[in-house]
C-alpha cells in the first residue's frame, strides 16, 4: 500500500521561506517521476514542479521558476520541495504526488498522477 505523508506547511509572511518533505512508502521510490501540486481555494489543483527518479530531470511551472526548488533523496525515500521569496498566491494546499512516468519529460498533468499524499497547508501573508 503506498503512502505518502507531507509535512513541512505552515503559515509564512511574504518572502519568506519554507521546505516541504514527502516521505514516501509502499512504492519503488527511485523509478518514476514524482512531482508537486497544488490547490487554492476554489482552484482546479495545478501542477508546481517535477522530478525524474534519478533526480536529473527537474522542471517547473512558470509561476514558480527561480523561487522554488524540487529534490529528492532516494536513500530516504523522501521528496522535498524548497519555496523561497514565498508570495501570497502561492497559498495553497500541497500535494506529493507519485507517477508510472519514466524518461525526459517537461511537466506531469493530473491524470498522469498514480497516487496522492493527504497535502500541507501553505498560507503566505502580505
Known amino acids: 500500500q503506498v503512502q505518502l505523508v507531507e509535512s513541512g506547511g505552515g503559515l509564512v509572511q511574504a518572502g519568506g521561506s519554507l521546505t516541504l518533505s514527502c516521505a514516501a512508502s509502499?512504492?519503488?521510490?527511485?523509478?518514476?517521476?514524482m512531482g508537486w501540486f497544488r490547490q487554492a481555494p476554489e482552484k482546479e489543483r495545478e501542477f508546481v514542479a517535477g522530478i525524474g527518479g534519478s533526480g536529473g530531470n527537474t522542471y517547473y511551472a512558470d509561476s514558480v521558476k527561480g523561487r522554488f526548488t524540487i529534490s529528492r533523496d532516494n536513500a530516504k525515500s523522501t521528496l522535498y520541495l524548497k519555496m523561497n521569496n514565498l508570495k501570497p498566491e502561492d497559498t495553497a494546499v500541497y500535494y506529493c504526488a507519485t507517477t508510472g512516468i519514466v524518461g525526459w519529460v517537461s511537466s506531469i498533468s493530473a491524470r498522469e498522477v498514480r497516487n496522492w499524499g493527504q497535502g500541507t497547508q501553505v498560507t503566505v501573508s502580505s
Open positions: 509502499g512504492v519503488t521510490f527511485n523509478a518514476y517521476h
